[in-house]
């Protein structure tokens, strides 16, 4: 059972443009969100995060929308750089209810081109 | 700082024979995480330590997998005997103690498993 759903394989998008990649989850209990970013040959990288008490967070380019009463969140790209291909991994914790466990997605190929 | 270290980067062997994948933690942290990754199933948890204790190992998906951490800076992950369906990524992870965040997980690079 995936609790957490990614259901874009993959997304191509010019350059300058702006990305969206989707997550959806079924577990109430989440209460954290977290985007990781991986290059091919190497691990996953942190990106940006999301408490559920908040439903918008911005780092630079990169800003994550969460949608609690959807159960859906959603990382923003503006603008995309050739330099933000990679896979990308939606991830969810129920920190409240003391987990250190994360659940990941299967993750978004995002191709930039110029 | 050297990050999580993992090896070896690649590994083939043959159905039935026993794999040993390793992992160093970033010095200082308190928690290792081991993960797979399929194309399938994205990243799966399949086991975690704190403190050298494994916390949580309901993510190991049979008895032929096993996990140790004999001091804080190494663990392996071994499977015996191996099997084509176990081929995939298998990446390690470490983090201080909680913050209160679950953005402190450092990967290490990953070991690609390819079994015959």
């Known amino acids: 059972d995936q609790q957490v759903k990614q259901n874009s394989p993959s997304l191509s998008v010019q350059e300058g443009r702006i990305s969206i990649l989707n997550c959806d989850y079924t577990?109430?209990?989440?209460?954290?969100f977290l985007w990781y970013k991986k290059y091919p040959a190497e691990g996953p990288t942190f990106l940006i995060s999301?408490?559920?008490?908040?439903d918008k967070n911005e780092d630079g380019r990169f800003t994550v929308f969460l949608n609690k009463s959807a159960k859906h969140l959603s990382l923003h790209i503006v603008p995309s750089q050739p330099g933000d291909s990679a896979v990308y991994f939606c991830?969810?914790?129920?920190?409240?209810?003391?987990?250190?466990?994360?659940?990941f997605g299967t993750g978004t190929r995002l191709q930039v081109f110029p | 700082d050297a990050g999580v270290i993992q090896s070896p980067r690649h590994e083939v062997t043959e159905m039935g024979q026993e794999v040993t994948l390793r992992c160093k933690p970033i010095?200082?942290?308190?928690?290792l995480f081991w993960y797979r990754q399929t194309m399938m199933r994205g990243l799966e948890l399949l086991i975690y330590?704190?403190?050298?204790?494994?916390?949580?190992d309901s993510g190991m998906p049979e008895d032929r997998f096993s996990a140790k951490m004999p001091n804080a800076s190494f663990s392996t992950l071994k499977i015996q005997p191996s099997e084509p369906r176990d081929s995939a990524v298998y990446f390690c992870?470490?983090?201080?103690?909680?913050?209160?965040?679950?953005?402190?997980?450092?990967f290490g690079p990953g070991t690609r498993l390819t079994v015959l």
């Open positions: 330590f704190n403190n050298n204790v494994p916390i949580d």
């Open positions: 010095s200082g942290h308190d928690y």
């Open positions: 577990n109430s209990m989440f209460d954290y």
């Open positions: 999301i408490s559920s008490i908040k």
């Open positions: 991830a969810a914790s129920a920190l409240a209810y003391n987990t250190d466990k994360l659940i």
């Open positions: 992870a470490s983090s201080l103690i909680r913050t209160g965040k679950a953005d402190t997980q450092y």
